[in-house]
């Protein structure tokens, strides 16, 4: 199976694409991430949603918004977006703490050390040939 990251942007028209393209394929959601890391000794935020594939395809996307949401208080309108959709959906998303991507080469080998996270934790399914 194939497991790909789908990176969208970071701005608000970029998080309410995420947030939609969750309520068009609420029954094919596996999980809803939120991923929080440290840049500058500041915290910044990604999220993302995991579909399962369609039919028989054997494509297993990962829409993401990589690194954009600072941390501030109150909650960034743009996290408090995602969240109030997931709300919606009744999904609960998972908060994981990760590398910043700044600490790779490329984004490449980011979404690789991401991609060997989720299936160590059971969160995405295992590779399969």
Known sequence: MIQ???ELGEGYGDIYELCELARVNKDR?????????????KQYYSI?????PT??????PIYI???GIPSISPVSKRLAAFQETLDE???KPVQMDIRNSISFEDTTLF?????????LNHLIPPLQN
């Open 48 to 52: 993302a949603v995991a579909l399962k």
């Open 29 to 41: 959601i596996h999980h809803a991430f939120i991923f929080s890391s440290k840049k500058d000794d």
């Open 65 to 67: 918004c990589r690194e």
């Open 55 to 60: 039919n028989t395809a054997n494509f297993f």
């Open 89 to 91: 959906l009744e999904i």
């Open 111 to 119: 979404y690789q050390y991401l991609i060997g996270i989720l299936r």
């Open 4 to 6: 790909r990251f789908i």
